[in-house]
């Protein structure tokens, strides 16, 4: 087990690390800029009060709810108030790609990903609470690191949301056409932004047209195709210029930008200022 100021910002150091939280200090990591997450993290708020977003969404995340941060996700904390107390669960990124996932698994992966907060009942919250301290309590005193037992635990997890999605999620789930495609899009985006800028990339892995996927993106979001992979993209952008002191030309060449002066010229369309300019603020817009 580590303490609460050894939690890394991106992935985690060993297979899997248990913990609790009863200050709202750590969070206070993710509050500045947004970051990827590497790890798979399990997160179980028994009390608290927390706005945050995973891939652009914005989720609030209360008393008895569980939280999942799957690997690959962009997370960041938009406001803390009161006291926190959550119990957290999480597996390294090196570790979760050694564990070969079921369809089953899968199906409850994707439940997840349309679904990454989730209330529950009091005796489901109850039961988790207690197996979550009882984990702890167990991994603080023998210090387990045996592979197999941590594989089993993963997947123990994982099956044990399945079940409590299955009893929380709501019984009108089936999604609209519209819904599915708008889902699928903000995975691949999530998936491919760095690379693919180009809407046909996308359509044509979906198997539509591009102007079926604009007029369906647009419908259901508001936004054009071209502003949800730009969001992505100075997402990931401000994430390094606030959280790294990679050079801008490094930042830019990471992002498939041939150079920094085109860049600079896309990011300040999108934000207003340039890219050194955001960096110097003192506080992110």
């Not at 690997?71 to 107390?85: A, D, F, T, W, Y």
């Not at 409850?108 to 990454?116: E, F, G, K, L, S």
């Not at 993106?217 to 002191?245: R, W, Y």
């Amino acid at each position: 087990m580590v303490t609460e100021n050894e939690i890394p910002k991106i992935d985690l150091p060993e297979d899997i690390i248990t913990g609790k939280l009863l200050n709202a200090e750590i969070l206070s990591l993710y509050t500045n800029f947004p970051c990827r997450i590497k790890a798979e993290i399990f997160v179980f708020c028994r009390k608290g009060n927390i706005e945050a977003s995973i891939n652009l969404e914005n989720y609030h995340i209360g008393d008895n709810q569980i939280a999942t941060v799957l690997p690959g996700n962009i997370l960041k904390i938009h406001k803390i108030e009161g006291e926190v107390e959550l119990y957290f669960v999480g597996f390294s990124s090196q570790f979760v790609r050694s564990v070969s996932p079921v369809k089953s698994v899968l199906d409850i992966i994707h439940a997840i990903r349309r679904m990454p907060v989730l209330q529950l009942k009091d005796d489901v919250a109850d039961a988790i609470y207690e197996n979550m301290t009882s984990l702890i309590r167990t991994r603080e005193q023998f210090q387990i690191t045996n592979k197999n037992f941590n594989r089993q635990l993963l997947l123990l997890i994982v099956y044990g949301l399945g079940v409590a999605y299955e009893k929380e999620k709501p019984k009108t789930e089936q999604l609209t056409p519209g819904e599915r495609i708008s889902q699928e899009f903000s995975q691949l985006v999530i998936d491919h932004y760095v690379e693919e800028r180009n809407v046909s990339f996308y359509a044509q892995k979906l198997g539509i047209t591009p102007a079926y996927l604009s007029t369906v993106i647009k419908q259901m979001t508001g936004k054009t195709c071209t502003d949800i992979i730009g969001d992505m993209v100075i997402m990931d952008a401000k994430a390094q210029l606030k959280s790294t002191a990679l050079p801008i030309q490094e930042i830019a060449y990471s992002l498939h930008f041939p150079n920094v002066s085109f860049f600079g010229k896309y990011f300040k369309r999108h934000v207003g200022v340039g890219p050194l300019e955001y960096r110097n603020e003192g506080n992110e817009e």
